[in-house]
């Protein structure tokens, strides 16, 4: 019995999300994909700066922008989504060395010897829920829950950390119970005066809510 030639459609989705650039071949048009960088520590902005100017890349790094408790104060901070990765579309065959030993970027990343393209439609997606004209930022408003811990960052139990008891939605307040004086009280403050103790928006963040989080 001879052997059906047609790939099986593993075979055929195996071929989709990788090859080996040691296979491919010159001599065809640009084959523009979506790649991963990884990025040097805290360099994100120097690879995005010299892939843009250098090479006119088409590059995607989405930043949330979020407010944070500190000893001083409320204080906005701003972090890559994902830090240490950037996303690139660029013919590989073209530009991989090019992009490899760019500034502040570390390596395309890859398994082995095959290299992994982004599927455009996930980027796409990720793409989709940043604002528009945000520079490619999510702006995170903090939620305060019931029994969560938060730190009081105005008014006269600034720099307090407390636990939150009750919300009063109608009234912009919220109930903490606090230690103040050697003992434990619970008090009223309004909640714009308080903010989650968490050092990041999503930082326990189970991975169901975020993906509701993002469709909402």
């Known amino acids: 019995m001879g052997t059906d030639p047609t790939p099986s459609s593993g075979a055929a989705l195996d071929e989709f999300l990788h090859f080996e650039p040691a296979k491919l071949e010159e001599g065809n048009g640009p084959d523009l994909k979506w790649f991963c960088l990884r990025i040097a520590p805290k360099q994100e902005h120097i690879a995005i700066t010299h892939l843009r100017k250098l090479f006119a890349l088409e590059v995607f790094c989405p930043r949330l ?42 390596t395309i990343v890859h398994f082995g010897n095959k290299i992994i393209p982004i599927p455009d439609s996930a980027v796409r997606e990720l ?62 403050v309004p909640v ?12 326990g963040v189970p991975e169901e809510a975020r993906r509701g989080r993002r469709r909402s």
């Open 65 to 106: 922008r979020f407010q944070k408790a500190t000893r001083t104060g409320r204080r906005w901070y701003v972090e890559a989504l994902f830090p240490s990765y950037i996303f690139a579309r660029f013919d590989y065959l073209t530009h991989h060395r090019g992009v490899q030993y760019c500034a502040g970027v570390s």
């Open 192 to 203: 714009a005066t308080v903010l989650p103790t968490a050092r990041h928006p999503l930082e």
């Open 127 to 188: 793409q989709s829920a940043v604002p528009a004209g945000e520079e490619e930022m999510i702006t995170i408003t903090p939620e305060v829950r019931t029994g969560e811990e938060v730190q009081v960052v105005e008014g006269a139990f600034a720099g307090l950390k407390a636990v939150v008891t009750r919300i009063m939605p109608a009234r912009q307040r919220v109930a903490v119970l606090l230690e103040f004086l050697g003992r434990l009280s619970e008090t009223e």
